[in-house]
């Protein structure tokens, strides 16, 4: 009996020691505010140009390299828009898609965005040349390394 309690005085020990999520700050649903509009109104704006002209013959290969770049710059403050605690289960699912994996794991998270920052520049190169099956291939291979990089292992489903 003794030991037991022991044991149980120990664990409520360390317990007490444990961190508890508290609730979500106001800040931390502005950071997520933030970051889903540049996830919007950035890189899904600039996905939707180069896509357009890739798949539908819109716009031109300038507009292609211009979107590109914007791509480039942006992807390297994409960790900064992900504080911890500021993902499942913190925060409603119906708020965020983002998943503890990416504070599990954040030097992946981190190297797949500058992946998407290098994958970026290279379209926006490719794109300078007009070639427009080069620029599809490389388009396809940004997807795959840089967005698909990030959504597959740290974006949960969506959630209504």
């Keep these: 009996m003794k030991t037991l309690i022991k044991r149980l005085a120990l664990i409520a020990l360390v317990a007490g020691f444990m961190p508890v999520p508290g609730p979500v700050s106001a800040a931390d649903l502005s950071i997520i505010d933030k970051r889903i509009d540049v996830m919007k109104n950035v890189v899904l704006k600039n996905l939707k140009v180069i896509k357009g002209y890739v798949k539908e013959g819109k716009g031109t290969p300038a507009d292609v390299a211009t979107a590109a770049a914007a791509l480039a710059v942006v992807a390297p403050k994409i960790p900064g828009l992900f504080p911890e605690d500021t993902g499942r289960p913190e925060v409603d699912a119906k708020k965020t898609r983002a998943l503890p994996d990416i504070w599990l794991d954040f030097d992946k998270f981190r190297a797949v965005a500058k992946t998407l920052e290098t994958e970026a520049k290279k ?34 489903d969506k959630v209504k």
């Design 123 to 156: 379209l926006s190169k490719v794109a300078m040349t007009g070639d427009k099956g080069a620029i599809a291939a490389q388009f396809g291979a940004m997807g795959k390394k840089g967005c698909g990089g990030c959504h597959k292992p740290f974006r949960g």
